[in-house]
């Protein structure tokens, strides 16, 4: 995939349908380019084995120069994790169908996400770019939607923990899709560093999740 034009600028969203179009462009041609070559949501059958999860890398301290697939992975990964945080929350709010193993999981997995958020913004505000929920009301690939909660919160507690989980595993494998679209078509050293990272995070993330009661299958793009 080529890479787009380095700029230390981006024009506002609001006055312009055909720049969010563009942006929602570069992510879809990223993804499906890495999906196709590298096997969508795979990343765990290919992964080496399980280790500690890498540390967070410092918050930038001086400005950074983000491309529009910079610009395009951070808006949608930061949805993303907040979808899989409202998640999270809800299964924590259902004790009678806690899973104490996917708990601890899905504790990990609130820490990891809240730092991932808190260094994805710090890179928005190092290169001098808004934050905007460019894909709003879009099904995404392994976003957690607020159709996919409410099902969830209508479902018997029962079902809480498999469904739960195949939700999970479907947001962690996107995730890796992206993760790799970034450091194959991003511009910024510091974001790919961070997409680097978060990939292997993931990678020991969903080997924790296998052979759990739905947390199997391929998540399939739009």
Same mark, same amino acid.
């Given at each position: 995939?080529?890479?787009?034009?380095?700029?230390?600028?981006?024009?506002?969203?609001?006055?312009?349908?055909?720049?969010?179009?563009?942006?929602?462009?570069?992510?879809?041609?990223?993804?499906?380019?890495?999906?196709?070559?590298?096997?969508?949501?795979?990343?765990?059958?290919?992964?080496?084995?399980?280790?500690?999860?890498?540390?967070?890398?410092?918050?930038?301290?001086?400005?950074?120069?983000?491309?529009?697939?910079?610009?395009?992975?951070?808006?949608?990964?930061?949805?993303?994790?907040?979808?899989?945080?409202?998640?999270?929350?809800?299964?924590?709010?259902?004790? +009678? #169908?806690?899973? %104490?193993? *996917?708990? !601890? $999981?899905?504790?990990?997995?609130?820490? &990891?996400?809240?730092? =991932? /958020?808190?260094?994805?913004?710090?890179?928005?505000?190092?290169?001098?770019?808004?934050?905007?929920?460019?894909?709003?009301?879009?099904?995404?690939?392994?976003?957690?939607?607020?159709?996919?909660?409410?099902?969830?919160?209508?479902?018997?507690?029962?079902?809480?923990?498999?469904?739960?989980?195949?939700?999970?595993?479907?947001?962690?494998?996107?995730?890796?899709?992206?993760?790799?679209?970034?450091?194959? +078509? #991003?511009?910024? %050293?510091? *974001?790919? !560093? $961070?997409?680097?990272?978060?990939?292997? &995070?993931?990678?020991? =993330? /969903?080997?924790?999740?296998?052979?759990?009661?739905?947390?199997?299958?391929?998540?399939?793009?739009?």
């Amino acid at each position: 995939m080529d890479q787009q034009p380095t700029t230390t600028r981006r024009p506002a969203f609001g006055g312009s349908a055909g720049r969010i179009v563009g942006v929602v462009a570069t992510v879809v041609v990223t993804t499906v380019a890495v999906g196709l070559s590298q096997g969508w949501g795979r990343a765990d059958q290919t992964a080496s084995p399980p280790a500690a999860s890498p540390p967070a890398g410092p918050l930038p301290t001086a400005s950074v120069v983000l491309n529009s697939t910079d610009d395009a992975f951070i808006q949608l990964l930061i949805p993303m994790n907040e979808g899989a945080l409202a998640l999270i929350d809800h299964v924590d709010s259902r004790s +009678a #169908g806690a899973d %104490p193993s *996917l708990r !601890a $999981l899905l504790n990990d997995l609130r820490a &990891a996400h809240q730092a =991932e /958020l808190r260094d994805l913004r710090g890179l928005l505000a190092a290169g001098n770019v808004p934050e905007q929920n460019i894909h709003e009301g879009h099904q995404m690939p392994g976003m957690v939607t607020d159709a996919s909660l409410a099902e969830l919160r209508a479902a018997p507690d029962t079902e809480v923990p498999s469904r739960a989980a195949a939700l999970v595993r479907a947001h962690l494998a996107q995730t890796v899709v992206l993760c790799r679209g970034e450091q194959t +078509a #991003g511009g910024s %050293p510091e *974001l790919k !560093a $961070l997409a680097g990272r978060i990939q292997q &995070a993931r990678a020991v =993330e /969903l080997s924790a999740l296998d052979g759990r009661p739905g947390a199997t299958g391929t998540p399939q793009a739009d």
